[in-house]
């Protein structure tokens, strides 16, 4: 806080996230005397911030409840991070989001000077994101019902349609959320089944809260738990793969969805399942790193199958 200047638009900030806040407490943490906070105090009054004083021993400061504040004053970093993160609302699969973050940027933008305005529209108009999962559409009510379920240690009913279009109806017990691969989930304890269950979101037809709380694991990851069950979820086939690599490099090289990474001493064990070997054999294919199939044996003629294809179109094209 170099200048005056500074260190009134930082008095401005700290009034906003307190609803009241000891002069000697300011004063403190601005570095300056309280003659100098009344001073600084009467520039906000001075520029139309309803600044109240509120009375005491050592008296305090607050906003007036309601009052309409100057413009938003964000940093460049700020800006970015707003726009970004409105970026990813209008294609993380929320279909009813989309009109809500132009609202919300169009809100954000009335009240932001005129050149904090021109890189907020900058980012958001030239940047796009490349998402490499296709996105499931769904709508933002089973979002907020499950996340405040969450929050309040709720318990809900669910009217869930599988894949298979069967329809059933369970109590869930929602520990977190987490996105992945395209598809929101809500992740925790189903009494249907007596077990840790993840539901997809856009699967899910009702939610009823009900009159019963739960206390949830303590620090539950709900991201860990998504990719483990994804991960291990039963298929046709059981692979057991050494990376010969670091774990970095194998999460870089391929991606966290295709199974469980254990890193060892001198290399990466991956585990996973999968229908489709074939298509299996194509990730591993395109890897920069030696790897040696544990199982199936399946697999290996995949791997095989796939070189030969690969040499073929190199023969093709010598000549």
């Known amino acids: 806080m170099s200048t005056p200047t500074n260190r009134v638009l930082a008095l401005l900030e700290l009034l ?3 609803d009241e806040l000891p002069g000697a407490a300011l004063a403190h943490q601005l570095g300056v005397d309280s003659r100098t906070l009344r001073r600084y105090i009467v520039k906000l009054q001075d520029m139309g911030v309803p600044v109240q004083s509120v009375r005491g021993r050592y008296g305090a400061y607050r906003l007036m409840p309601g009052s309409k504040l ?4 964000l940093t460049d970093k700020e800006a970015v991070a707003v726009s970004v993160g409105l970026l990813f609302a209008r294609q993380l699969g929320l279909a009813d989001t989309v009109d809500g973050a132009h609202s919300a940027q169009a809100k954000l933008e009335r009240v932001m000077p005129p050149a904090l305005r021109g890189k907020l529209r900058a980012v958001s108009g030239v940047v796009q994101l490349e998402l490499s999962q296709p996105v499931a559409s769904m709508h933002s009510e089973s979002l907020l019902e499950m996340s405040a379920a969450a929050q309040e240690r709720c318990r809900v009913r669910l009217r869930y349609q599988a894949a298979n279009q069967d329809v059933t109806e369970r109590e869930f017990d929602c520990y977190g959320l987490a996105w992945r691969s395209g598809r929101w989930y ?23 809260p009900l009159t019963v709380s739960f206390l949830a694991p303590f620090d539950f990851d709900a991201v860990r738990h998504l990719a483990l069950g994804l991960a291990t979820m039963p298929r046709t086939h059981t692979i057991v793969v050494r990376l010969k690599t670091s774990l970095a490099t194998a999460q870089t ?17 991956l585990y996973s ?25 399946e697999l290996l003629e995949a791997i095989k199958a796939c070189a030969q294809r690969l040499l073929g179109q190199v023969a093709l094209r010598v000549a």
């Not at 100057?70 to 004053?73: E, F, V």
């Not at 809500?186 to 009823?208: E, K, N, P, Q, Y």
């Not at 090289?253 to 064990?269: H, K, Q, S, T, Y």
């Not at 298509?279 to 199936?296: G, H, I, K, N, T």
Request: charged share 25%; aromatic share 10%; hydrophobic share 45%.
């Open 16 to 18: 906003q996230n307190a």
């Open 70 to 73: 100057p413009p938003l004053m």
């Open 186 to 208: 809500a992740v925790g304890h189903c009494h249907l089944r007596g077990d840790l269950r993840s539901f997809r979101l856009d699967r899910i037809a009702s939610v009823t």
């Open 253 to 269: 090289e391929l991606f966290d969805a295709i199974g469980l990474f254990r890193p060892l001493e001198d290399a990466v064990m």
């Open 273 to 297: 399942q999968a229908d489709d070997l074939p298509w299996f054999a194509r990730q591993l294919a395109r890897v920069s790193f030696d790897f040696e199939v544990l199982e199936p044996p």
